[in-house]
Each structure stands twice: as C-alpha cells, then as structure tokens.
C-alpha cells in the first residue's frame, strides 16, 4: 500500500487536499485509541506534503515542449542549471540568421530515447554488452539526476517488458533495483514491482537464446507478450484461457523451449496427458539439456509403469548435474517395484549427506517404505546395523522403566517395613519375588508388542 492508498486521495500537489484527508482520517486513527495506525497515517501526512512541494515545482518549472520531453511523463525533480531548465540557445547563433538555433534537449530526454532505439532494435536488445555500454554514460552517473533515472526508468518498464536475464541484471547493477525493493513497493504498483522483481531473481525467467541468430518474420513483441501472459495465467491457475495464448503464439513461432515447456504444462492441468508428452519430447529436441522437462518425462514413465525409462532419464539428470530429492525420489521407486532394493540403497547412500537439511514428502516416504523389515530384507541398508543398535538401545530403556514403574511401590513399601520393624534377614526373600513379578509383566507386554 503506499501513501497515498493510506490517505485516500490521488497523488496531488494541492496541500489543502492533503490536510482535509489526513484530518478525516485522525478520527479512524486516534492516537490514544490507535497509535500504531496513527504513526503510520503521520508518516504519510509528512511524505505526501514533501511530495506535493516536489510536484509543485515540477509544474512551475517545467516547460519543455510536450511534443518532445515532459517531466511528468518520467515523474523528473527538475534541473538545478538554468541551462538544463530554459532550453538555451547555442552559442553560435548570430542575430542576422533566419532561423532560431536548435534547442538543447534535456539529457534524460536523450538517454530513454537511447533506450526506445535499442529496444526496438531485437538483435541488440538481447544482447547485453550493448546495455552495458548505455549505462556508461555520462547521464547514469550524474548526479543531479539520480532521482529522475529511476522513475523513468520504471515508466520505460511499464512498455518495454521483455529482456532476457542478463540484461535485467544490468539494469539491477545500473539502478539498484533489489537494494530497494522495499521502498519501491511502497512509491510504486506492486504487481509491476514485482514482476520486475521476479525477472532479476529468475523466478519467472524465459528463455531468448531461440532467438538469437535467426530471421524473426513475425511480431516478435506481440510473441514475447503473449508467451508472458500465458505464464502468468498459468501461475495463476488459469489453464484454459493460457491454452489460448499459448495456441495464437505457437502459430507464430514453433522453435521456442519454453512455450513447449509451457504448452506442456498447460496440457498437464488439463488432464491432456499425450499432448503434454509431446510437447516435453519436443522440448527436449530443441534443448537437450531443460532438465524440467526431463523430470516430467521421467514422471510420465513412472506413472505408466515403464520404470527402466524412468530411471534412464534420472540417470541422464544426475550427468547433466540435477540432482535432486524430485528425481531421488523417482530413481528409488521405480528400483523399488523393479525389485532392486540394493540399487535403490546404494544411491541414497551416496546422496544420504546431501539431503539431511531438506523434508521432501515423496522422498522420505520412499525411504519409510524401504525400512519396513516387513517388506523388504534390510541387510542392503548402509544403516542398518546402526539403527538396530539404537533399536535395542532404546527398547531395553524403555522396558527398564516400564519394570521400574510397576515395582517401585512395593519396594519402597518393603524397605520401609523392613528397616522400621527392623525385620530379620530371612525377609529380604521378599525381594525376588517383587523384581520377578514386575519381570513377568515386563516380559508380556513386550510379547504384546512384537506379535
């Protein structure tokens, strides 16, 4: 929520606007009654009146040509040098010319339109040492304009959305973009916020190594952006309306990884179990190593019960490097109704220190499952012998208490009775007769519980 959400108004610059909600809002957030909302409907009162004071001077300092730059459209403090703010005259203009000089421009004006050009231009958007080269500049490290950078920067992302991961992590190195990402998601649109988030992480990655080298005779944008809106739809558990969009950008283009992998997926909440196989083969012919993919294909063979084609692709997963508790996982029950036990033992040995910090459901039920002795022989378990002495450890422990609660009554009572009544020794016979009587009642409850 930002500020202005708090106070209820739009972003303005009248202050009057500012104080009549803040002072509507003091009867919700009375400061006795509520000091935390209070505090936190101050911190708004005092930003939004700084901010009002910026806006304000924007205004009456701004008058470039709306043709060609305006403040407002990057939301851009305005320039401390009256050069930069008046749009002066070059030097060289002599007073019998017809004609006016050329106007100075602002330098962000320059700048985003360095940036609309590279954008426009796919072969060099995706190439990152190109950014690198924009974001040497001399307007990138001045430092009179370190406010305007970053909010024209978030409107240019509002239309110009589609980069790949190398490039987001230059504009993340150039503006400072996750240091502060709190800060952002309070001034600016949280799902817009987050979805440039989501790209500089990788979370929501897509490929464009597909596109590279290759003569692009469709819209390239509109692909892009429906390729990202089915993403989107499915995160969001929309299959059906990203079957669409996936269907309109595979028309366009048939050679991209991703919409496969995602066209796959699609077809997986669909219940369309052949299409999506198809789509993961298709996948993996393009790229051979979308290990995603393969751990998919590797499930689809489990779940049909080809369990050597399973654990053929864990196998191909483990040399490409994944390694993980989703194919462990697959690896072992497919071993399991394979009958090959020892293999199934011998690969968690292996990878047994890997995993001790994680939970994984499947994983560790599979592992249940290997330890019931009633199931499966143990002798194969790396294990096995440790864990039977702490069985054993554990269980005479626990009989051993069981006995010491059924007969410390009597032999406190005895003990009392005998150095009391100061009894001859012929009664200490009494003794065994207790201990074996609580042995006796040891003895079945174990029996009790082994059968």
């Not at 390239?220 to 739809?233: M, V, W």
């Not at 299959?239 to 048939?254: I, S, T």
């Not at 995993?355 to 002795?373: A, E, G, I, V």
Request: aromatic fraction near 14%; glycine fraction near 4%.
């Amino acid at each position: 929520m930002t500020y202005w959400n708090l106070l209820g108004i739009d972003p303005t610059a009248d202050e009057s606007v500012i104080k009549k909600a803040y002072a509507n809002l003091l009867q919700v957030y009375h400061p006795e009654e509520d000091p935390e909302g209070y505090q936190r409907l101050r911190e708004a009162y005092e930003w939004a009146k700084k901010r009002a004071k910026a806006l304000q001077a924007e205004e009456t300092r701004c008058d470039m040509d709306e043709d060609e730059w305006h403040y407002d459209t990057y939301d851009i403090d305005a320039p401390d040098d009256p050069d930069d703010e008046i749009l002066v005259l070059q030097s060289s203009w002599q007073a019998g010319d017809s004609e006016l000089p050329p106007l100075k421009r602002h330098p962000a004006q320059v700048f985003f339109e360095q940036m609309e050009e590279l954008y426009d231009d796919f072969p060099r958007r995706i190439d990152s040492e190109q950014w690198k080269i924009l974001m040497a500049s001399d307007y990138m490290w001045d430092i009179d304009h370190q406010s305007e950078r970053l909010s024209g920067l978030l409107r240019f992302l509002e239309n110009h959305r589609h980069f790949p991961r190398k490039v987001w992590d230059v504009l993340n190195q150039s503006f400072y973009l996750l240091e502060q990402k709190e800060e952002l998601f309070e001034l600016y649109d949280e799902e817009e916020i987050a979805f440039i988030i989501g790209q500089i992480q990788g979370t929501t990655e897509l490929g464009y190594a597909c596109f590279e080298n290759r003569q692009l005779d469709f819209d390239i944008e509109h692909y892009l952006t429906l390729r990202q809106d089915a993403q989107a739809l499915l995160m969001e558990d929309n299959p059906v309306a990203a079957r669409d969009d996936l269907a309109e950008a595979h028309a366009m283009f048939q050679n991209d990884p991703d919409l496969q992998l995602l066209q796959a997926k699609c077809y997986l909440r669909l219940g369309q179990n052949s299409e999506a196989k198809f789509c993961l083969q298709q996948v993996l012919k393009l790229k051979p190593d979308e290990h995603e993919a393969r751990l998919l294909l590797a499930h689809f063979s489990y779940k049909e019960q080809r369990y050597d084609e399973a654990i053929g692709e864990c196998k191909l997963l483990e040399e490409q490097g994944v390694l993980n508790q989703d194919v462990m996982s697959i690896y072992g029950n497919s071993a399991i109704e394979l009958g090959c036990i020892e293999q199934a033992w011998k690969q968690y040995n292996e990878t047994e220190p890997i995993w001790q910090k994680f939970y994984h459901f499947q994983y560790n039920l599979m592992l249940l499952r290997m330890r019931n002795r009633h199931l499966f022989p143990q002798e194969h378990s790396p294990r096995h012998a440790e864990y039977k002495k702490k069985v054993r450890k554990s269980q005479m422990w626990n009989y051993g208490m069981l006995m010491f609660r059924l007969s410390w009554l009597y032999l406190f009572l005895f003990v009392l009775v005998y150095f009391i009544f100061r009894l001859p020794p012929v009664f200490l016979i009494v003794l065994p007769i207790i201990l074996c009587g609580s042995a006796w009642k040891t003895l079945r409850t174990a029996r009790m519980f082994f059968t």
